[in-house]
């Protein structure tokens, strides 16, 4: 009689299986958090480090992401778009999305501006706003373009208010030299816009949170194991004790 048969020894090798991934998981998902942290402190430093002149430097979103920057030009305020569905303090309105054409090139800058309230009694009124005329210097941060929305239906090219906006597909329809990222304006203008931008959101809380849970699936299936060996240890032990016959028999 043997304390392991061959069922048993599968679910104990199955079992540290599952134990050496959920330990894995947890391990990367801490390497991911960390990942971001780093991320963060590097956000903080280009943040603080002295800004970059759009127009002059040579200006990468990877590498300058969330750098602060001016621009100097004058914005087209004709071609604003209305980004719709986005929030600001739990409040639905818009972002004022406006080109502007950098001071003596032929390239022009999409500038996050900031955002505005809905009407939802009339949703395609835009509440009132100031537009600086002719050169005017921008302050703000590098940022990605924005995200692009699920939707059902592709806005048209002309759309004013809109879902989404590609940058590439809106410097082609307009005839324009567009560069690849976005000027996230900062500042309280006094303009009738508001600029309470969230923080870039890493994810690192979730990262903690799932390696929490691997870690926890980890732990549990340990005990689990350790539980089903010294079960089988004992039933051995009682089974070899029923066997083995009394002294003197």
Known sequence: ???????????????????????????????????K???HLRMDQRERASPLQIG??????QADIWRRATATGSF?????????????????????????????????????RGWIPRNFQAMDLIAP????QGLTQIDGLIAPPPSEWFSFFS???AAVIRQNVNLKQFAAFHHIKL???????????????????????????TNYGYAAQWFGMSATGVVLLIYFVFWRLRKFRLGRGALTPPDGA
Request: proline fraction near 6%; charge should be neutral; aromatic fraction near 8%.
């Open 155 to 157: 806005d048209p090219p």
């Open 56 to 61: 002059a430097d040579n200006i990468q979103l």
């Open 129 to 132: 706003y100031k537009t600086p």
């Open 76 to 112: 087209a305020e004709k071609l604003t778009v209305y980004l719709q569905n986005r929030q600001q303090n739990e409040q639905t309105g818009f972002w004022v999305m406006t080109p502007l054409k950098l001071a003596g090139r032929d390239e022009y800058v999409m500038v996050q």
């Open 179 to 205: 560069l690849p990222f976005v000027l996230r304006q900062s500042g309280n203008l006094h303009d009738g816009l508001g600029r309470e931008w969230p923080a870039a959101n890493t994810g690192i809380s």
């Open 37 to 39: 942290e780093a991320l």
């Open 1 to 35: 009689m043997r304390a392991f048969g061959p069922k048993d020894l599968l679910i104990i090798i199955l079992g540290a299986l599952v134990i050496g991934i959920t330990t894995s998981l947890g391990f990367w998902q801490l390497g991911r958090a960390h990942e």
